[in-house]
């Protein structure tokens, strides 16, 4: 952890109550989100974020009320996401087969695992190589702030993104593409490296290769299964 900042999200894994939030965020004023749900486990990241040889860079954990209701109330999917926030695992916790029926799991396999698998790619190979980094921590049905500039807790992912690059990952920039060139200018250099790949559909997170393109899958694919 020396080669990047400080992690704000030690503590709100420990919080036992609501509100959610890191304590370098605690000036931000609510109003100036939509649907801000503070009151659920932020996800700023998932899977193997300081080694992963393929990182996607994604907006913001969505939320639909009535399915983050249900899973509140499942403790053990509760733990799973605080040991996320303090990195004390470094796989994909939605993956996890109790976990299929939560819409994080849905959205994982749908996206990721099912159209990955018909290459070859396993469970282990992405829990091994595969991470996820939100440019935005909460959950908000959309992204829509008005923000002069990136909250405190943002600059950790930032500093993730930047730490995968030295890593020489494969970064897979599919949402929110102008936000993340703004505060991690690096990325824009790293282009001349090809390890950035964007999707065909900015819309579209789906890794496939009609997504990717046929070159970029096979490197995705190939980098995943090392």
């Known amino acids: 952890m020396s080669?990047?900042?400080?992690?704000?999200?030690?503590k709100v894994a420990k919080q036992k109550n609501p509100p959610y939030l890191a304590a370098c965020d605690r000036d931000i004023k609510l109003a100036d989100f939509y649907n801000l749900r503070v009151e659920l486990l932020p996800q700023p990241y998932f899977g193997n974020v300081l080694s992963a040889k393929v990182v996607c860079l994604l907006l913001n954990?969505?939320?639909?009320?009535?399915?983050?209701?249900?899973?509140?109330?499942?403790?053990?999917?509760?733990?799973?996401?605080?040991?996320n926030l303090d990195l004390a695992t470094s796989r994909l916790v939605h993956l996890d087969d109790e976990f299929e029926w939560a819409s994080g799991g849905r959205w994982l396999r749908q996206k990721v695992l099912n159209p990955l698998s018909m290459h070859g790619v396993t469970r282990d190979d992405l829990n091994r190589n595969f991470a996820i980094i939100e440019y935005f921590p909460y959950h908000s049905k959309t992204f829509d702030a008005n923000l002069a500039q990136p909250l405190g807790s943002q600059q950790f992912g930032f500093d993730l993104a930047r730490q995968a690059m030295k890593n020489r990952a494969i970064i897979l920039l599919m949402r929110g593409r102008k936000l993340w060139l703004r505060d991690v200018p690096e990325l824009v250099a790293y282009q001349k490296t090809r390890n950035r790949i964007a999707p065909h559909s900015m819309r579209n997170?789906?890794?496939?290769?009609?997504?990717?393109?046929?070159?970029?899958?096979?490197?995705?694919?190939?980098?995943?299964?090392?």
């Open 61 to 83: 954990p969505g939320c639909s009320r009535t399915e983050d209701n249900v899973e509140l109330d499942c403790h053990r999917l509760q733990q799973a996401l605080r040991n």
């Open 3 to 10: 080669k990047v900042s400080v992690n704000p999200w030690l």
């Open 205 to 226: 997170v789906f890794l496939s290769e009609k997504n990717l393109g046929e070159r970029q899958f096979a490197r995705v694919i190939e980098a995943l299964k090392v």
